[in-house]
């Protein structure tokens, strides 16, 4: 019996051909890295506002709640800007 997928493999000796991404796609990974660093500047401001709302209530070990909102707000913003600077320097993803 033949594999399902046995039609869908290249002859001998072909290559898949590169990737070449339109112009566009500079565009957009620019206008997401704008829009991850307000949603980063966004989360940043509400952690601070949920710090100043919950002053006075004293709990113990509460900071560190606080601090893992801002850790994951920063990384996470990190993360999306440097997206299209990655993509740059990785180059052509061909599979050769």
Do not use: K
């Amino acid at each position: 019996m033949t594999p399902p997928l046995v039609h869908l493999a290249l002859p001998p000796g072909e290559r898949l051909a590169a990737y070449q991404p339109t112009a566009d796609a500079g565009t957009i990974l620019g206008v997401l890295a704008w829009c991850a660093s307000a949603a980063g500047v966004a989360g940043l401001i509400i952690v601070g506002i949920q710090m100043s709302i919950q002053l006075r209530r004293g709990e113990p070990g509460e900071g560190g709640a606080f601090f893992r909102g801002f850790f994951y707000v920063t990384l996470g913003c990190l993360l999306a800007t440097t997206a299209g600077p990655l993509v740059a320097f990785l180059g052509n993803l061909s599979l050769l």
